[in-house]
């Protein structure tokens, strides 16, 4: 099983700042495999990005993701008072099966 | 619009059983593959399960292997999954979505609470 570890836990960050959230994989993840999620309190998961950078449908494009292998990053560009969340990485492999990273909580510094 | 919602949680003793249902709509339901995912209070995210469109092929994360079952009736726009001998670290709260690109999942319903105590 491919265990994803995101960084930081917590991220404190003020509205306009850059977020910079990173998910490590175990092993060799396929880029068309690695997706993004916002999570806010109460609330499902939502899509954000999914093959390590195509954003969903409707997400704004201050959303981007990046990498390849086992180094994947979601940066927000300007952070704007609704992106106050957890965002989780999340991936399929082998098994079959889907696995999530821990959650980064971005907070309002 | 495209939604799913999810029914069925409860409280539960420990080794009794409860069946989880998700209706879809707004989408044809039959095209896509599904999964169950769970989420424990104040925990991350893990996959539970996964059924493709026809029923034919379905996943079972180690944790539930044995116990859950998943279902679909395409004719009812219904998922469904039934689990048996429920044990106290089987309570979260338990999402059905929709298989998206890339193996991803961008339709989630609201989820459904299932607290597994004595």
């Known amino acids: 099983e491919i265990v994803l570890t995101q960084s930081p836990g917590t991220l404190s960050l003020s509205p306009g700042e850059r977020a910079t959230l990173s998910c490590r994989a175990s092993?060799?993840?396929?880029?068309?495999?690695l997706a993004w999620y916002q999570q806010k309190p109460g609330q499902a998961p939502r899509l954000l990005i999914y093959?390590?950078?195509s954003r969903a449908t409707g997400i704004p494009d201050r959303f981007s993701g990046s990498g390849s292998g086992t180094d994947f990053t979601l940066t927000i560009s300007r952070l704007e008072p609704e992106d106050f969340a957890v965002y989780y990485c999340?991936?399929?492999?082998?098994?079959?099966?889907?696995?999530f990273g821990q959650g980064t909580k971005v907070e309002i510094k | 619009q495209v939604q799913l919602v999810e029914s069925g949680g409860g409280l539960v003793k420990p080794g009794g059983s409860l069946r989880l249902s998700c209706a879809a709509s707004?989408?044809?339901?039959?095209?896509?593959?599904m999964s169950w995912i769970r989420q424990a209070p104040g925990k991350g995210l893990e996959w539970v399960s996964y059924?493709?469109?026809?029923?034919?092929?379905?996943y079972y994360a180690d944790s539930v292997k044995g116990r859950f079952t998943i279902s679909r009736d395409n004719a009812k726009n219904s998922l469904y999954l039934q689990m048996n001998s429920l044990r106290a670290e089987d309570t979260a709260v338990y999402y059905c979505a929709r298989e998206g690109p890339g193996l991803s999942f961008d339709i989630w319903g609201q989820g459904t609470m299932v607290t597994v105590s004595s």
């Open positions: 707004g989408f044809t339901f039959s095209d896509y593959y």
């Open positions: 059924i493709s469109s026809s029923g034919s092929t379905i």
């Open positions: 093959g390590a950078s």
């Open positions: 092993q060799s993840v396929s880029s068309s495999y």
């Open positions: 999340q991936q399929y492999g082998s098994s079959p099966a889907w696995t």
